[in-house]
DNA sequence: GTCTATATTTCGATAGAC
DNA sequence: GTCTATCGAAATATAGAC
C-alpha cells in the first residue's frame, strides 16, 4: 500500500474512533507506519487529510446501502437493510460525524457527509415508493418521511447502544419499527380486500 | 451567581456545542468570565468540571420529558412529546455526548447519559403501555420495543438535522413515525370492533 | 518521496501573591 | 476565594537532510 492511502485508511479510522478534535497528526503517522515528511508531502495538513480520509468513509457508507436496491419484494430489502450487522458501540461511520463540532463547522466535509446521506435516502424513498406500488404499505404513506423515520430509527439506535454500551437497545429499536412496518403491511392489504 | 456555577454552565455550554476534546479549560474560564484560580479551586480540573457539567445537562433532559407524564390520552402525550419544539442543528443535549469519544470512555461521563436515558425511556415505555391498556395501540405491541424505536427516531432526527444542516429532515422524520403510530392506531381500533 | 529535527502555539495544571 | 505568572507536555506545522 502506498503511503498517501494508508495515510487516508489511519486518518479515517481514528476519525470514526476519537473524532477530529482528538486526532492529532502525530498519531495518524504512527497507526500509518509513515514520517511525518510523508504526510506534509501529500497533504496541506490534517484538514486536508480528514477531508480525504471522509471522502473514504462516505463511499464506504454508500456501499453498504445496495442491499435497498436489490431483486427481491420492497418490504423484504427493507427489513434486510434494517437488520443488517451494525456495530452500535463504533457508531455509524458516517452519523458519528455529524455531531463532530469540528466536522459540523466545516462546509466541505459536512457536505460529504449529506452527499452520502443523500444517495442513501434517495433509494429509501425509492423502494418505499414500490412498496405503496404494489400494496405492500398503505396508499397515503408519504415516501420521504418514511425515508426519514426508518434512517433515524438506525441513527438514532446507535446513539442508544453507545448510551448503554450494548448492541441491545439498538436491535429493539429495529425491531420496533420492523413490527410498525408490518403493521402498516396489513393495514394496507386489509384495504385492498 | 457564584463562579462555581458560572464555571459548570459555560463548561455545559461548550461541551454541548464544541465536545469535550476541543473545550479547554482557558476556553471554559474566558466564558465563564472567571480567573484560572477559580476553577481549580472549585474543581480538582477539566474532568471533574466536566462531569459536574453533564449531570447538569442530564437533569435538564429528564426535565423536558415530564410531557409524557401528563394527564391526557396516552397517544396524545406521545405525539406531543415527540412534536416538542427541539433545535436539531444543536442536536440533543445527552444524545449528542454519546458520541462523543471522549465522554464514552469514560464510566462516570457515560453513566450519567445512561442514567437520563434510563429515565425517559420508563416513561416512554410506561405512556405505551396505557395506550395498549385502553386500547389505542394493539395488544401485540412490544412497549419496551417501541419505546427504544421512538427514542431512536429523536434521536436520529438529530443526525440527519446536522447532516442536513436543516430542521426539515428531523421533522419529516418525527411525522413519519406519528403517521406510523396512527396506522397502529387504526389497526388496535378495527380489531376490537 | 520519505525521513528527522525543530519552531511555535496551545493545553492542562501548579505556584504563590493578594 | 480569586487572581496572574509560569511550567512541562502535546499539538500542528516547517526546515532541510538523504
Not at 5 to 30: C, F, I, N, Q
Not at 51 to 78: F, G, H, K, M, T
Amino acid at each position: 500500500m502506498r503511503s498517501r492511502e494508508k495515510l487516508t485508511h489511519a486518518m479515517a479510522d481514528l476519525l470514526w474512533e476519537d473524532g477530529y478534535a482528538a486526532t492529532s497528526p502525530k498519531r495518524v503517522l504512527t497507526r500509518a507506519g509513515v514520517g511525518q515528511g510523508s504526510m506534509y508531502h501529500y497533504f496541506s495538513g490534517k484538514h486536508e487529510l480528514a477531508v480525504e480520509a471522509i471522502r473514504e468513509l462516505a463511499d464506504q457508507y454508500v456501499e453498504n446501502s445496495s442491499v435497498l436496491d436489490e431483486d427481491a419484494p420492497p418490504l423484504d430489502r427493507i427489513s434486510r437493510y434494517l437488520m443488517q450487522p451494525r456495530p452500535g458501540l463504533r457508531g455509524c461511520k458516517v452519523g458519528r460525524l455529524t455531531q463532530d463540532p469540528q466536522v459540523f463547522a466545516d462546509d466541505e466535509m459536512i457536505g460529504l457527509v449529506a452527499g452520502a446521506f443523500d444517495v442513501a435516502l434517495s433509494k429509501w424513498t425509492k423502494v418505499i415508493d414500490e412498496a405503496i406500488a404494489c400494496g405492500e404499505l398503505p396508499a397515503e404513506t408519504n415516501s420521504t418521511q418514511l425515508a426519514m423515520t426508518l434512517a433515524s430509527v438506525l441513527q438514532g439506535g446507535y446513539v442508544l447502544a453507545r448510551a448503554y454500551r450494548s448492541q441491545k437497545p439498538m436491535d429493539e429499536a429495529i425491531a420496533g419499527a420492523i413490527s410498525l412496518l408490518n403493521t402498516a403491511k396489513s393495514q394496507a392489504a386489509a384495504s385492498t380486500e
